[in-house]
């Protein structure tokens, strides 16, 4: 065996030996549901399964309909829970921090509700199939400050990752 083939052999060994590891990893730090930690995941749960605050949160938003069912999500590595039930064109859903915080809201809308443009789209790429639609609105923040001679913006979750920042110098007037 060559010495270039020797060298390729072991690089190969060890990737293979890094997969297999990092593949067994993933497998015992599994949540309760099967799947690796940070992967996402939902699960029905029993409103006393549900923190408070949550429930508290998801009750309110509900303005006093019957909560159908309730769900805890892992999305980005954190835990949300979920309530549905049932507004005035179908399914609604918000999604909540565990601390009761709004994250997204969903509800069935009809087609005469959505803009044209999100018709035209929506039509152009499912072409003669069905089509339901959902309003998704999601709650973000925005921090502004000024720092020396420039501006800042962070766009930030309910749960304070950052989603978003710009940076701009400051206009003189």
């Known amino acids: 065996m060559t010495k270039n083939c020797r060298i390729i052999a072991t690089a190969l060994v060890a990737v293979g030996a ?3 590891l990092t593949g067994l ?4 730090s599994a949540n309760p ?9 939902e699960r029905v749960v029993k409103e006393s399964e549900v923190p408070a605050g949550a ?5 309110r938003m509900a303005g006093g309909a019957q909560i159908a069912k ?8 954190e835990t949300f829970y979920e309530g549905q039930w049932k507004g005035a064109n179908g399914k ?40 339901q639609y959902e309003k998704v609105t999601e709650v973000h923040y925005k921090a502004k400050y000024k720092q020396g001679d420039q501006r800042h913006k962070l766009v930030v979750s309910p749960t304070g990752r950052t989603i978003k920042t710009e940076v701009k110098p400051l206009v003189k007037q």
């Open 55 to 59: 429930v508290a949160a998801i009750k």
């Open 92 to 131: 609604m859903e918000v999604l909540v921090t565990a601390q009761g915080d709004v994250v997204e809201m969903e509800e069935v809308v009809t087609a005469d509700a959505v803009p044209a443009a999100v018709a035209a789209t929506a039509k152009a790429a499912a072409g003669s199939n069905e089509l």
């Open 18 to 20: 890094v997969l297999l």
């Open 33 to 41: 549901s099967g799947q690796p930690a940070g992967a996402e995941h």
């Open 25 to 28: 990893q993933a497998k015992t």
């Open 70 to 77: 309730y769900e805890e999500e892992m999305e980005n590595g």
